[in-house]
């Protein structure tokens, strides 16, 4: 008794059909890097803004968190502000304050390219105090190719 082992000509077949449908839809997605980065600047905003609450109760003092568009596109700024009581404008701290890769007071982080935001904060400038209640709360911000917005609460100023 010879059996006969393997694929039949339909199994072939239908195993190749399978893998052809899915390389046509997921193949191009794979490829599209620009998901993957606006995903991560999502997530690295999100982190920053959480990072600056979290200064501003160590601290104890104003955390300014400015979004440019303009000067140099879709960027963000962390300040300390070295005002106590805060007189409402970013006066940046002594160096070292704001543990920046530049040692200095403020913090940056720019968007890959082909990421923007796709709504900033209404005022473009706001902060969060001493307590980690932000101001002109609560905040919206959307990125580009993003799924979800980033949201910051006005009476606790968490992040999500």
Same mark, same amino acid.
């Given at each position: 008794?010879?059996?006969?082992?393997?694929?039949?000509?339909?199994?072939?077949?239908?195993?190749?059909?399978i893998?052809?449908?899915?390389?046509?839809?997921?193949?191009?997605?794979?490829?599209?890097?620009?998901?993957?980065?606006?995903?991560?600047?999502?997530?690295? @905003?999100q982190?920053?803004?959480?990072?600056? $609450?979290? @200064?501003?109760?160590?601290?104890?003092?104003? @955390?300014?968190?400015a979004?440019?568009?303009?000067a140099?596109p879709?960027?963000?700024?962390?300040?300390?502000?070295?005002?106590?009581?805060?007189?409402?404008?970013c006066?940046?701290?002594?160096?070292?304050?704001? $543990? *920046?890769? *530049?040692?200095?007071a403020?913090y940056?982080? +720019?968007a890959?390219?082909? @990421?923007?935001f796709?709504?900033?904060?209404?005022?473009?400038?706001?902060s969060? +105090?001493?307590?980690?209640?932000?101001?002109n709360?609560?905040q919206?911000?959307?990125?580009?190719?993003?799924?979800?917005?980033?949201?910051?609460e006005?009476?606790t100023?968490?992040?999500?």
């Amino acid at each position: 008794m010879n059996k006969n082992r393997g694929f039949t000509l339909v199994e072939l077949i239908m195993t190749m059909v399978i893998v052809g449908i899915l390389a046509a839809v997921v193949a191009p997605r794979f490829f599209d890097t620009n998901v993957f980065q606006s995903r991560g600047f999502a997530d690295q @905003v999100q982190a920053t803004l959480r990072y600056a $609450q979290k @200064v501003a109760i160590a601290q104890r003092r104003n @955390v300014c968190v400015a979004f440019d568009s303009v000067a140099v596109p879709n960027n963000i700024t962390l300040t300390i502000d070295s005002d106590t009581p805060s007189d409402g404008v970013c006066n940046p701290a002594p160096a070292g304050n704001l $543990q *920046s890769p *530049s040692g200095g007071a403020s913090y940056v982080i +720019n968007a890959p390219a082909g @990421v923007a935001f796709g709504t900033a904060p209404a005022p473009v400038d706001f902060s969060f +105090n001493a307590l980690g209640t932000p101001t002109n709360a609560p905040q919206a911000i959307s990125i580009t190719g993003a799924a979800n917005a980033i949201i910051i609460e006005a009476e606790t100023g968490y992040v999500h």
